[in-house]
């Protein structure tokens, strides 16, 4: 049974005096961006096998995830895996034969999903997260590692904000990455962090209506700090089924003209980006859809960008 569409649009707070520590890391996981490395997915299957061999039935599934799971985009060198076990909270099934095959456990999260989060140090660093069955977050990251997948452009945007945040802030996973967790700090493991709040927040109005009403749409919004201006027009429109699966959402991406013309999250619609890291606090952005064209509209110089030409039949709607 898929998650709901309820239970992937609940937002999630981060309170960190929830957060139960279970140890330390003995090092700190790098926090620069390299290119891609044609050897992430064969050192994903190194570490496949070893939980394979340590857990064996008890491991439903390993996914590997986040940003070097993403041919082409440039990333952190840390391996994200997502681990789901039928019972999370029997942590006698799974946490010794973990450490015993070198991960370390390092926090428990029981209000969230019950998330338990651990690291690993070789080949290369690695952020092992463990859910239990049907958990949304692993619904999340596959629809979101799907996208960045199947856009060039997408990518490489999304990559643009990861590079220059690592060189404003050491800080960049609790600013662009929502798979590579922070266990330090007031950052959250695998938080649902500004991006992807962004993302699941403007779809909510549209997922909430009856499919005979409009069609399933889910419209994403990349927020980015005022220095990274290109980023800002990447809003992608998806339309997604009743299942909302990431094979699903990943294959549905035509729409006809007739119900963009028709459809409320194509006319005039203000949206207001996530928190930023920058004193200049958020910046309303504003969507119009005029004349059959898409623009930007920054509230305080009324300038006007134009996002995507005019639709004409059946057209690709994607950014």
Known sequence: MEPSVEALLKDSDFDPSLLERVSVRRYKAPLVIVAPDPSWP???DILQARIKSALGSTAVSITHVGSTSIPGLRAKPVIDIDLVVEDVTDEASY???LEAVGFQFLVRERHWHEHRFFCGY???STNLHVWGPRCPETA???????WLRRNEADRELYARAKSEAAAECQKCNSITDPFLAADDDAARTTAMNTMLRSITSLARPVLAKPL??????FTTLVPLRPSLTPLTAA???TALPMSFTPSAAGGADVVPASAISAHPAFCDMQIRCGPRNTMNGHTRLIQKRRHGFLYRMRSRTGRKILLRRRIKGRKNIAA
């Not at 999340?140 to 799907?146: K, P, Q, S, T, V």
């Not at 005979?212 to 749409?217: A, G, K, L, V």
């Open 140 to 146: 999340r990251h596959a629809i979101f590692a799907d």
């Open 122 to 124: 070789e080949p290369i």
């Open 212 to 217: 005979s009403q409009s069609p399933r749409t």
């Open 235 to 237: 809003i992608r429109r």
């Open 42 to 44: 064969q050192t994903f």
């Open 95 to 97: 946490v010794g034969p």
